[in-house]
């Protein structure tokens, strides 16, 4: 019912109804249920412009997932948490979020095959956090020492001659 609620627009009425939600999975032990509500309940408040309540419920979500070792809600709660600290500007909590987003896309996973559009997906996500952590750096770099620039440019071509050499 609260995702029709959702859906309809009435988000507020879809949050009290994913609570309630939360708390028969809970008094039911039906963890299933319990990780679709948390899921839901942080997309919701993400919906509704509540950041710091979204997070709570992701977090809430990857811990659980965690105990329960369903690597795939773990992977989608990580993925939820980088996407929203990196809309507060919460970078390095982003990439560390994403980082793990990753590495759970794309480590082997028994029986199930690998998706490659999820993988790619986060690999670019990845890629965008961690390059706009380091932006400002990068930039007072370029403007302030141009000297540090070529150190490190002429560095970085030395090691990867150095890796072509050794494969």
Known sequence: MGHIHERLGDIVKAIELLNEFLEMCNESGNEDKKLEALRELGEAHSKNGNSHAAIKHF???????????????????????????????????????LRKHFGLAKD?????????KLIDAARVNLGIASANTNIETYKALVLNDLHGLLDWKI???IKKNWNQLDA
Do not use: I, W
């Not at 977090?59 to 809600?73: H, P, V, Y």
């Not at 773990?74 to 919460?90: D, I, T």
């Open 59 to 97: 977090e809430d979500l990857r811990k659980f997932a965690q105990e329960k070792k369903n690597r795939k809600a773990q992977a989608n709660a990580h993925l939820k948490l980088g996407l929203l600290h990196y809309q507060q500007g919460m970078t390095r909590k982003s990439v560390d979020a």
């Open 155 to 157: 560095k970085r071509q």
């Open 108 to 116: 082997d996973q028994g029986d199930e095959p690998k998706e490659q």
